[in-house]
């Protein structure tokens, strides 16, 4: 084993150099065995190529949403009094939107006429 202790900056330098070259090595190493191991499984017990399972997977596989999927509330409804409570319509329906008999900030003002009250 190295005495890592004794050595030099630069000598442990090179000596990860070494460490993180033989890292990478035997990683591939051990992707290309995993494969051969998956592609004689696949060929020897199920009869089926690496593609055709590849194939297979990716139409299997759940699709990711996109965030834009999902709709803006048409409608938010504002509390009367206290201004910084608001409801988009998602969700349960507050209590207080009851009370007030609260209409969307963004509808039009039912029968035509403005309520000042």
């Given at each position: 084993?190295?005495?890592?202790?004794?050595?030099?900056?630069?000598?442990?330098?090179?000596?990860?150099?070494?460490?993180e070259?033989?890292?990478?090595q035997?990683?591939?190493?051990?992707?290309?065995?995993?494969?051969?191991?998956?592609?004689?499984?696949?060929?020897?017990?199920?009869?089926?190529?690496?593609?055709?399972?590849?194939?297979?997977?990716?139409?299997?596989?759940p699709?990711?949403?996109?965030?834009?999927?999902?709709?803006?509330?048409?409608?938010?409804?504002?509390?009367?009094?206290?201004?910084?409570?608001?409801?988009?319509?998602?969700?349960?329906?507050?209590?207080?939107v009851?009370?007030?008999?609260?209409?969307?900030?963004?509808?039009?003002?039912?029968?035509?006429?403005?309520?000042?009250?």
């Amino acid at each position: 084993m190295t005495d890592y202790q004794e050595m030099t900056t630069k000598q442990l330098q090179e000596e990860r150099l070494k460490i993180e070259k033989a890292l990478a090595q035997a990683s591939e190493r051990d992707l290309t065995n995993a494969l051969d191991e998956v592609t004689t499984l696949l060929s020897g017990k199920y009869g089926l190529r690496l593609d055709q399972f590849i194939s297979f997977v990716e139409t299997q596989a759940p699709r990711k949403r996109k965030d834009s999927t999902r709709s803006k509330p048409r409608k938010i409804w504002q509390h009367p009094i206290r201004e910084g409570k608001i409801w988009t319509g998602r969700g349960r329906r507050p209590h207080w939107v009851d009370e007030f008999e609260v209409q969307p900030i963004d509808a039009p003002p039912e029968n035509g006429s403005e309520n000042n009250a």
